[in-house]
């Protein structure tokens, strides 16, 4: 039971890393400024190179010599398992910066926790980590201070993303059977306490921002259980394109 | 589109070696903060340094290049300056 448990818990967090990864991907050579452009560009790479190290665990634990490039590009839609909140549109820059900054918010303090876990590899995944997810929290908490609290336009940009986007940040605590085993084996932490420390760096941000938490409290979730919203499949029809097209190639 | 564009910087990066900060380019930013960051993100993707200065660019002052010959040509004729006129006896290491 601990193994599938640990094998999915894994997984959602690679499938995080790769989902967003891959969206932030499609600002590569379309970013506002060349300095902005490169600035997501890396949190991607980061991104992917957090998920190998993460498919190469969870493909470990599965023992079933899959390898992190089988995971990555030949699983179908509903065996993914990232939260929708990655899944969603880049939208205007606003929108980008927002839902990098909802998972920003919520990856550090998670990887800050993972650093203790019993589970070495994956204490040491976490241990590497957090240094780049610091990094991504940082980038993204100044962008979201300087367009909530910068001009009219980018203020109302901000507030509409984040009035957009709140409805997937309850998923990102989603707890199933899996969590429950491995929280009670001390391996994990408890998603209650992610989404306290969640709530208090998005709630210190947004207010020297200028900007205000949405009261409509209508969530969605989904995602941690392989339902995804419409856009997962044109993410994975771009992503799996070359692997389907060329079973096996590499370059 | 606005015309409005943010100040440019000029970036100094200091190597894992140096002990100087060595300029390495410019870039574009709105504030001191950002062009930290996108230094960082411009210029140290490959590990190339372990601290970074940014000054924005218009509080830089240079020399005019018209004035290049009263400037530097008089020490061009003066290589008494440089101290290669000296024996170095065999003992000394480093120089």
């Known amino acids: 039971m601990q193994e599938s448990a640990l094998f999915e818990y894994v997984l959602r967090l690679s499938d995080d890393s790769l989902i967003l990864a891959q969206r932030l991907g499609e600002w590569c050579g379309h970013g506002p400024i060349l300095e902005e452009d490169i600035a997501l560009t890396n949190i991607s790479l980061d991104l992917i190179g957090q998920a190998i190290s993460l498919y190469d665990l969870a493909a470990a634990i599965e023992g079933k010599s899959r390898t992190h490039d089988q995971l990555a590009y030949l699983r179908y839609e509903n065996e ?10 880049n939208g205007d820059f606003a929108m980008t910066l927002l839902r990098q900054f909802f998972f920003d918010a919520f990856r550090l303090p998670l990887y800050e926790a993972l650093m203790q876990s019993p589970v070495e590899q994956l204490a040491a995944i976490a241990a590497k980590s957090v240094k780049e997810t610091r990094y991504h929290l940082k980038h993204s908490s100044e962008w979201v201070i300087r367009m909530g609290d910068g001009t009219e336009e980018s203020h109302q940009r901000s507030q509409a ?11 990102l605590f989603y707890e199933d059977a899996h969590d429950h085993a491995l929280q009670a084996a001390g391996k994990v932490p408890s998603m209650a306490e992610m989404q306290a420390k969640w709530m208090a760096t998005v709630t210190s941000v947004l207010q020297e921002a200028t900007l205000e938490i949405p009261k409509n409290n209508w969530k969605f979730d989904g995602g941690r259980e392989g339902r995804h919203s419409e856009h997962m499949g044109y993410i994975l029809s771009d992503l799996q394109y070359m692997q389907r097209a060329y079973p096996n190639m590499e370059w | 589109m606005s015309t409005n564009e943010w100040p440019l910087w000029e970036v100094f990066i200091r190597s894992k070696q140096g002990l100087n900060h ?6 574009r930013a709105p504030d001191a903060t950002l062009a930290l960051e996108n230094a960082r993100d411009v210029y140290t993707r490959r590990s190339e340094g372990i601290s970074i200065w940014v000054v924005e660019s218009v509080h830089i002052h240079a020399t005019d290049i018209d004035d290049a010959a009263s400037f530097f040509e008089p020490s061009d004729s003066k290589i008494y300056r440089h101290p290669t006129f000296y024996e170095v006896p065999d003992g000394v290491k480093h120089m």
Request: proline residues 4%.
């Open chain 2, 22 to 27: 060595k300029h390495v380019g410019s870039l």
């Open chain 1, 161 to 171: 993303a984040i009035d957009h986007l709140w409805r997937y940040t309850n998923e």
């Open chain 1, 80 to 89: 993914y398992k990232n939260v929708l909140l990655v899944e969603q549109p």
